[in-house]
């Protein structure tokens, strides 16, 4: 996918200019994206269902920063790794593909091990 390369190159920039690689460790990385996916939580704390699916233009605008917050934080962790995001998501899927047969899970929200 380019577009997720020319992202991966963007973000590499980004902390290469503001001499942020000594902190970009996996680790810390991970730590960071743990805290970003945190903060898109809290911005459903609280709402109904409903009102989680019909969010205003403000709660829609924060939700959209925290996913960017996530993605990016993701893309840099996958990238010190040397992880590829297509494929990784491509493999995994044949895996849950496997893990969750159409035929046993349509319609239910059982965890795999859950299903005889």
Same mark, same amino acid.
């Not at 997720?4 to 960071?32: C, G, I, V, Y």
């Not at 898109?40 to 917050?69: G, K, M, P, R, Y």
């Given at each position: 996918?380019?577009?997720?390369?020319?992202?991966?190159?963007?973000?590499?920039? %980004?902390?290469?200019?503001?001499?942020?690689?000594? %902190?970009?460790?996996?680790?810390?990385?991970?730590?960071?994206?743990?805290?970003?996916?945190?903060?898109?939580?809290?911005? %459903?704390?609280?709402?109904?269902?409903?009102?989680?699916?019909?969010?205003?233009?403000?709660?829609?605008?924060?939700?959209? @920063?925290?996913?960017? @917050?996530?993605?990016?934080?993701?893309?840099?962790?996958?990238?010190?790794? #040397?992880? @590829?995001?297509?494929?990784?998501?491509?493999?995994?899927?044949?895996?849950?593909?496997?893990?969750?047969?159409?035929?046993?899970?349509? #319609?239910?929200?059982?965890?795999?091990?859950?299903?005889?």
């Amino acid at each position: 996918m380019q577009y997720l390369d020319e992202l991966r190159q963007r973000m590499r920039d %980004f902390t290469d200019t503001r001499d942020w690689e000594q %902190f970009h460790s996996p680790k810390n990385l991970s730590m960071a994206l743990s805290v970003e996916a945190s903060e898109l939580v809290e911005c %459903f704390q609280w709402l109904t269902e409903e009102q989680s699916n019909s969010l205003s233009a403000d709660q829609l605008a924060a939700v959209a @920063d925290e996913i960017a @917050d996530v993605q990016m934080y993701l893309v840099r962790l996958a990238d010190k790794v #040397g992880v @590829d995001i297509v494929s990784a998501v491509d493999q995994k899927i044949v895996k849950n593909e496997k893990k969750y047969p159409v035929e046993k899970v349509k #319609g239910s929200s059982k965890k795999y091990n859950e299903y005889e």
